[in-house]
């Protein structure tokens, strides 16, 4: 860093520095929240000011999902250059993308350049996903990694409820101009902003890397020692395809992947893209109220969870997620089965039941599935890999959130909302088996701490549940 630059942070007290970096990659998860968010508020406002464009449901519902898509896509980019171009400028360049999609929603004349804007900020969320959490991990005290992490998660439901609220006083146009806040700030503090000590060490640059550890520990600090963070000579070479074979890869990639899967397949976003019909089809709240009340639950909840990560662990956190979330699916279910029996005036009588049941199925996600796969996933992987194997999970992630968006809706006119959400509620019970068996808790334990134990005694199945046996 420069000397001006370094001047600018000199009276930041020694022991939050180091959660400078992840203030700056929480403006990007605020940019995330708010171009997910941006959709639902914005596709009223476009019927209403911008008739010409004729938007049938279906073209709404891709409209919806074509971020996913994008962000499917920017996650292959992140993954070829998060190693290359280092963590920093890889967050930079999804500022950069973001700002483009903005400006050219807040211009477009037609569908085309509407939907092209918008696949384009989705890609900027594909970018960030892989590239915040690696960025947050690897600049954390490892006490507080859990905390930092889950934040990420939290600024993304922040700026959804920033969108919803915003949404339901201004334009789609003037929605789309406020996205441009979060990136541009992100991009500014960035500049101001080291790369992170693994990436420098593997990279061959250990001096540059021993200044980043004082910035951001302290010179009087253990975590300032370079030593910790020793690269060996296999993990400075470039990942190649027989990486993947070795058990210490392929396990926590293989985990990473299936929570990626439980926590899209949990329907989060399906829910929340469906929910404002949901809400007013019980007759208790309109459609603007209902979705920013979703939202500031789901802001609550996972800023619970961001205190409770550190506290709780990982595993128990997941486990009461996926229970509680199941059990929402299921009361919807039965919900549903049970007004197609007895007919509209029970949705009458009974309609605040699946008011109740949204409401606490987001709560469940926020405090578990919401932040921590992100989490784990930043954890997990190994340094070598690590922008390889999180740009596949990433991808995954968002071609899951992008099926089950766009199936949601067909599979319950094909079997009905009752049977639709009765699948769903077993999903998540089996995710609540999977996290029991097979995840392992992280709390506490250094990156390093973390791949010894999958290189030396990582086994599928193992009973084993803390790294302490081990370490």
């Not at 915040?132 to 409820?161: C, H, M, N």
């Not at 949705?347 to 921590?372: E, M, N, T």
């Not at 930043?378 to 999180?390: L, Q």
Request: hydrophobic share 50%.
């Amino acid at each position: 860093m420069s000397q001006d630059r370094s001047l600018l942070i000199e009276e930041v007290p020694k022991m939050a520095k180091y959660v400078l970096p992840t203030v700056a990659a929480w403006f990007g998860s605020l940019a995330m929240g708010a171009t997910v968010g941006f959709s639902s508020p914005a596709i009223p406002s476009i019927l209403l000011s911008h008739r010409h464009l004729k938007m049938s449901e279906s073209v709404q519902g891709w409209f919806g999902s074509l971020m996913a898509l994008g962000a499917a896509f920017g996650a292959i980019i992140a993954a070829s250059i998060v190693d290359k171009w280092g963590r920093k400028l890889t967050l930079m360049l999804s500022a950069v993308i973001d700002l483009i999609g903005c400006l050219i929603e807040i211009y477009s004349m037609n569908l085309v350049i509407l939907f092209t804007g918008r696949f384009i900020t989705g890609i900027s969320c594909g970018v960030l996903c892989l590239a915040a959490p690696l960025y947050i991990a690897e600049t954390a005290d490892p006490k507080w990694r859990g905390l930092l992490g889950s934040g990420f998660q939290l600024f993304v439901t922040i700026g959804v409820l920033l969108s919803y609220i915003i949404g339901s006083f201004v334009s789609w146009s003037w929605l789309a101009l406020t996205c441009t806040v979060y990136p541009l700030i992100m991009l500014i503090l960035l500049c101001f902003m080291p790369e992170t000590p693994i990436f420098l060490i593997k990279n061959g640059h250990i001096r540059e890397a021993n200044d980043v550890l004082v910035f951001l520990f302290g010179s009087d600090s253990k975590l300032s020692n370079p030593n910790l963070y020793t690269v060996n000579a296999d993990e400075k070479e470039a990942a190649q395809l027989s990486d993947f074979k070795k058990k210490e890869v392929f396990y926590p990639m293989i985990l990473s992947l299936i929570l990626m899967f439980f926590q899209q397949f949990s329907a989060i976003n399906a829910v929340m893209f469906f929910s404002s019909q949901m809400m007013k089809d019980s007759n208790l709240m309109g459609v603007e109220t209902s979705i920013i009340v979703l939202a500031a639950v789901g802001v609550w909840f996972t800023f619970i969870s961001t205190i409770l990560t550190d506290k709780a662990g990982r595993r128990i956190l997941l486990m009461l997620s996926g229970a509680l979330m199941c059990i929402c699916m299921a009361v919807i279910s039965i919900y549903y089965l049970l007004s197609n029996i007895k007919g509209n005036q029970f949705r009458v009588d009974f309609g605040w039941i699946v008011v109740v049941a949204l409401c606490s199925f987001v709560a469940s996600f926020a405090i578990g599935y919401g932040p921590l796969p992100w989490v784990l996933m930043s954890e997990y992987v190994p340094t070598k890999v690590k922008g390889i194997a999180s740009g596949i999970a990433v991808c995954f992630n968002w071609l899951s959130a992008f099926i089950v968006t766009l199936v949601f809706k067909y599979l319950a006119l094909l079997i009905g909302n009752d049977i639709t959400y009765l699948i769903f509620a077993l999903i998540n019970g089996c995710g609540v088996v999977f996290v029991y068996s097979q995840v392992f808790e992280t709390k506490g334990k250094s990156l390093q701490e973390i791949e010894i134990y999958f290189k030396n005694g990582a086994k599928s199945g193992s009973k084993s549940r803390q790294l302490d046996d081990l370490l």
